[in-house]
């Protein structure tokens, strides 16, 4: 590539912990983030990564990996870019921003009770005790989350 006058890659690694990588659907894992890295490195091929930090999701562990990753990937990284998580309409986080962790409206003040129901069946099992929560404790919130469309 370097012989065909390619002098710098741009690589959208967005992470560098697997579990968020594979959340994020990347496709690919740390270990081939390195590889490819140093396969440019050594063709002399200037790199630049770019990063999400943090991702929708990211906890305390998948930080400091991908901190750690970073720090290990210093010498085959020219220049790293990082950006803050945009959630845009047409994106898969904009169409699934609940698969991701994303909060589509703010949390109400409050102390809040979160059902999941999977299916009609439990959603059906859970409007009981629900409607029992509601009218024994008025300060409590109740949330009501399923992942079917029926």
Avoid: C
Wanted: charged share 20%; net charge negative.
């Amino acid at each position: 590539m370097a012989e065909a006058g390619i002098l710098s890659l741009f690589f959208g690694l967005e992470s560098l912990d697997d579990e968020r990588l594979a959340t994020l659907q990347k496709g690919f894992e740390y270990e081939a983030i390195r590889e490819t890295l140093t396969r440019a490195h050594a063709a002399g091929i200037r790199t630049v990564g770019s990063f999400i930090f943090p991702t929708p999701g990211e906890t305390e562990k998948s930080m400091q990996t991908t901190l750690a990753h970073l720090r290990e990937l210093r010498p085959l990284l020219d220049s790293a870019v990082v950006l803050p998580a945009g959630v845009y309409p047409p994106t898969e986080w904009g169409v699934h921003p609940e698969r991701y962790g994303i909060a589509s409206t703010p949390r109400p003040e409050g102390f809040l009770v979160w059902f999941h129901a999977a299916s009609v069946v439990e959603t059906n099992a859970a409007l009981p005790l629900i409607a029992h929560i509601s009218k024994e404790r008025t300060d409590i919130l109740i949330l009501l989350k399923t992942s079917q469309v029926t």
